[in-house]
């Protein structure tokens, strides 16, 4: 069974349940942050498959560390976990529910539609235009 890597950031009631027997037997591994700054420093240390993040840590920390993570170039999928009274995350790729129940099967699919969604570094060169050159004055020829 493959391991799921994951960075929970937070001192959400979740992030505490991470480290149930339940989580392990699924295949996730958690590494906890308490703080977006702890986050930073372990999402540049180590190779995380999923970012989880807190209702606990205001808005614009999570959006802050979400911005960090695409500004490394990384496609690591972010999820926001919501309380029952939270808006949508729009910076997030997803947000979760924080029941326990339904929270593993809601980071599968995540990771699942992550691995479907293409890398935009594929479709530009895809799309990349054809280079010219000149062979003689006023006409053009393809490279």
């Known amino acids: 069974m493959s391991v799921t890597v994951v960075l929970a950031v937070g001192v959400d009631p979740w992030i505490l349940m991470a ?19 702890e986050a930073i420093r372990h999402f540049r240390a180590g190779d995380f ?10 808005a614009e920390k999570r959006e802050r560390l979400t911005f960090l993570i695409r500004s490394l170039g990384s496609r690591v999928p972010v999820a926001s976990i919501a309380n029952d009274s939270a808006d949508c ?14 929270l593993l099967a809601d980071i599968g699919e995540l990771m699942a539609r992550s691995a479907k969604t293409p890398r935009p570094r594929t479709i530009a060169r895809k799309m ?13 020829a393809e490279a």
């Open 19 to 37: 480290s149930d027997p339940a989580w392990k037997a699924a295949g996730y591994f958690v590494v906890s942050a308490g703080s977006v700054e």
């Open 49 to 58: 498959d999923v970012v989880l993040l807190g209702h606990f840590i205001p």
């Open 89 to 102: 995350d729009s910076f997030a790729d997803a947000t979760l529910g924080s029941d326990a129940s339904n």
């Open 128 to 140: 990349r235009p054809k280079r010219l050159r000149f062979d003689t004055p006023g006409a053009l």
